[in-house]
């Protein structure tokens, strides 16, 4: 599978994860434990439930108890999932639980089958089973052990001046073992989406997003002691002393701390215009003027990107700050960054000592108290790596025809219901309404499965027997992978090959090709199955499908046209009313407050997972609404369930800072709150916790 560029696709990538949120209208009852209300004490947390608003957040790990619950129309997701919150418990290594993660589960214990089973045989099978065995082979990666990256540890050391730091940075050896201070990866031109192109993208920082330089959250605090730990570990392993670490930890910190200063935080990223914004077209010309001081233009044409008739820079301002800050002043803050970031990267994957310690600060960072089974986490390496060869076999095995056809056809249905939604929408002008019915009877159906596979037989693992090890596999895939991503350069994408991995847990739309993917790995009891009624199928695998058609629509999808090209269809004045009505919506969950810490909700970092949820739900609707004698209870119940969620309060901080998707009782919640039918369904009133006045619901569409 191609690996394009993981930043530049989360801008344009609108997706479902099983890491999906969304927050509430209503009232939280703090006084006594009857009539649905809920106490801040009585959950036996640590926790003030009852600054919480507008419910309580029952997603915390918990915080539901046998006294904690609520009528459903107060808080349905409660309600409707009271027994499942309060019993969850967090899988081995998870720090969320969701009956989501039994569709991972199934994957899962179906590919771990692959990777043992000997009469599979063929170059997938070869490749996969390969990997797995050198990923557990404990007493190889114990000879091999640090010493291969000691080498370039010392190269890094030694620079002592500017220049000296500049040739380690173009050099085959940082290729190899290092990281560098621009991010130059493969990925599509948004201008003309069936051309590969070169995207320049900034500097990866420590903390992830340059707000924390700022100001540091408490998610912050814990990423920067896990990253003080991680880095401490691997430069004592390389032989620096406690001073030396502290020193290199600190220059590193200082110097990216100066970086932020040019970089965008994770919510201006997330701001629509961001789209648009991080497009700058560059040549190599262009580049060289940009950048006079760090050798970008040289290490692009070491590397081979320098090739590509089409280059993109995602930040300008960024390149114009490295610039200024890549001087003799500030040489042991890069040094420590490239020292810092690269041996990291390693903790991982060398010997079990070094793995254990990563397994200890990881669990500690995000809040649980147990690892997966070595075996797991084998597998997972390997399909991340090979998610074809598990496919391809998986395909085989476990997926029919008519499953696809089945999918294919709800989700023609569903495409069919929207075709009718914009029919009723009285903002949009007439003009606007068809480029939307082109945009939508355009967009492609990727179900369950493709018809045409990646080449992916570039990438080869040599096994055991023949003197493999990991390290040198994962050094072999980096270099395959720079071979395959420069192959492409100047080319056109295969649109019938899919780009991405069907065995994610996962369903997304694609705004450059137009497509909604509705994967297999996503297929569970609570998202699918043969025998489900029909109320069911539409209210969880229907609405996520919704969902999906509905990304081609919201804030960051409206901007890609029916061919899946970055292009305005709008009228001025539609554009006008569809931002005012996305700024309520955005309003609206800046005012969620969802722990007792104070930390803040952003409305604009979740708005189009919130715009979709509502949209996806109402195609539903729509289609619900044509059949005689349709059961809604039964279908917002199964809708609820889709979303059950628990986590550890660390996992949810984290997500409200970062994660584009609302916390899932609010995705339940404040979604199903929009809609007439679950209000005349359960009889909600003006004062219930569910209600919602007609004039201040938030549904975009």
């Known amino acids: ?69 609520a009528d459903l129309k107060d808080d349905f997701y409660l309600n409707v999932n009271h027994d499942w919150l309060m019993n969850a418990k967090l899988r081995p290594g998870y720090p969320t639980e969701m009956p989501l993660l039994d569709a991972a589960d199934i994957v899962k214990n179906r590919c771990m089958d692959m990777l043992t089973d000997t009469s599979l045989t063929g170059e997938d099978a070869e490749k996969i089973q390969n990997y797995y065995e050198l990923w557990l082979d404990w007493e190889g990666r114990n000879e091999t052990g640090i010493d291969p990256i000691i080498p370039f540890v010392q190269k890094v050391r030694n620079v002592s001046s500017l220049d000296e730091m500049s040739k380690v940075l173009v050099s085959e050896e940082n290729f190899k073992w290092g990281v560098s201070l621009a991010t130059v990866d493969l990925s599509l031109n948004s201008e ?18 340059s707000a924390e330089y700022k100001i540091l959250t408490e998610n912050g605090k814990r990423k920067q002691k896990a990253n003080k730990e991680t880095a401490g570990y691997m430069l004592g392993r390389v032989g620096f002393s406690k001073d030396e670490i502290d020193k290199a930890l600190q220059d590193m910190y200082d110097f990216e701390a100066k970086l932020t200063e040019y970089e965008k935080s994770v919510l201006e990223r997330s701001d629509p215009t961001y789209v648009t914004a991080s497009v700058n077209p560059v ?45 003799e002043e500030n040489l042991e803050g890069i040094k420590a960054y490239i020292l810092v970031h690269s ?128 390290l040198q596999a994962i050094l072999d895939y980096g270099e395959a992978l720079r071979k395959d991503s420069l192959s492409r350069l100047n080319t056109t994408i295969d649109r019938d090959i899919w780009m991405v991995d069907m065995l994610d847990t996962n369903a997304f739309y694609n705004p450059m090709d137009n497509s909604i993917n509705i994967i297999p790995g996503f297929f569970c009891d609570v998202t699918y199955r043969s025998d489900m009624s029909l109320e069911e199928k539409y209210g969880a695998l229907g609405s996520v499908i919704g969902h999906e058609i509905s990304h081609a629509f919201d804030t960051n999808g409206a901007q890609f046209d029916a061919e899946g090209n ?33 930390t803040a909700y952003k409305g604009q970092l979740v708005q189009t997972e919130a715009i979709a949820d509502m949209a996806g739900l109402k195609c539903m609707l729509i289609m619900a609404g044509k059949i005689d004698g349709f059961d809604y209870d039964k279908f917002f119940r199964a809708n609820a369930h889709l979303w059950a969620r628990v986590g550890t309060v660390e996992y949810m901080e984290a997500a409200v800072l970062s994660d584009k998707h609302p916390l899932h009782y609010l995705r339940s919640n404040v979604t199903l709150a929009q809609f007439d039918e679950f209000v005349d369904c359960y009889d909600i009133k003006e004062g219930d916790g569910m209600y919602m006045a007609p004039e201040d619901r938030i549904a975009v569409w």
Not at 286 to 311: A, C, F, H, Q, R
Not at 377 to 386: Q, T, V
Not at 579 to 594: G, H, I, Q
Request: glycine letters at 4%.
């Open 1 to 69: 599978m191609t690996k394009l560029n993981k930043k530049f696709l989360s801008v344009i990538m609108s997706i479902t994860l099983i890491c999906a949120t969304i927050t509430g209208c209503g009232k939280a009852n703090t006084e006594t434990v009857e009539s649905g209300d809920v106490q801040s004490d009585v959950s036996g947390l640590p926790m003030d439930s009852s600054v919480m608003t507008p419910w309580i957040n029952s997603t915390i790990l918990g915080m539901v108890t046998e006294d904690v619950n």
């Open 192 to 209: 003309n989406s069936i051309l590969y192109e070169v995207q320049i993208s900034p500097t990866e920082l420590s903390l992830q997003d």
């Open 283 to 327: 040549t190599m010309k262009d580049i060289e003027t940009l950048s006079p001081n760090y050798p970008l233009v040289e290490y692009m044409e070491n590397y081979g990107w320098s090739k590509s008739k089409l280059i993109n820079l995602s930040e300008p301002e960024w390149l114009k700050g490295l610039n200024e800050l890549y001087t």
């Open 343 to 470: 041996i990291v990267a390693y903790i991982s994957v060398i010997d079990e000592e070094a793995y254990r310690e990563y397994q200890r600060i990881s669990n500690e960072a995000s809040g649980t108290t147990e690892s997966m089974p070595d075996t797991e986490l084998a597998y997972s390496d390997a399909r991340e790596k090979f998610p074809g060869s598990f496919g391809r076999i998986y395909k085989e095995k476990y997926l029919t025809e008519e499953m696809k056809q089945e999918i294919t056809k709800l989700c023609q249905d569903a495409i069919d219901a929207y075709d009718n939604m914009f029919d009723s929408v009285d903002w949009l002008s007439e003009e606007t309404r068809k480029e939307a019915k082109n945009k939508l009877h355009k967009m492609k159906i990727n179900a369950v499965y493709p018809d045409k596979w990646d080449d992916d037989s570039i990438y080869v693992v040599k096994s055991k027997e023949e003197g493999g090890t990991l």
């Open 566 to 598: 970055l292009n305005n269809w709008w009228t001025d004045e539609d554009y006008a009313a569809f931002k005012e009505r996305a700024d309520k919506l955005v309003a609206y969950y800046d005012k969620v407050v969802a722990f007792d810490d104070g």
